[in-house]
């Protein structure tokens, strides 16, 4: 039977799922919270490094409050997560908080859109929601 292997987004717990429990709503082996609740997670300078090292792809949005755009675009963010909860997980970065991440990952516009697998960062996509829905349109079909 295949498995994923993902994090609990509460706990950062490792948890290995068969497959076709993905749609049971699975729960923490170790926190018991939902681990597939469709929301994204906050990421910080804590918990992204560990985040980033799982076998899912990752897909991170870099924003602030401030930025328009970047509010217009997160409602669009949270609905792609809460589709693809089972096999894509979501991080939202908030780069006034968490400028030693924005640095690291040399964040100068925003909104910007970063897609990490197995750790390694695939693609980056900067600037509007027009664009964004690009990026969206190729994760929903790898
Ligand atoms: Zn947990």
Redesign the pocket.
Known sequence: MSTITTR?P????MNRLPVDRIAESPN?G????P?LDGAPIEGTSDNFSTLLNSEQPIVVDFWATWCNPCVGFAPVFQQVAEERQGDVRFIKIDTEAQQQLAAQFQIRSIPTIMVFKGGQRIDTINGHCRKLSLIYGSIRRS
């Open positions: 609990c509460h706990c950062l717990g923490c170790r926190c018991k919270s681990l």
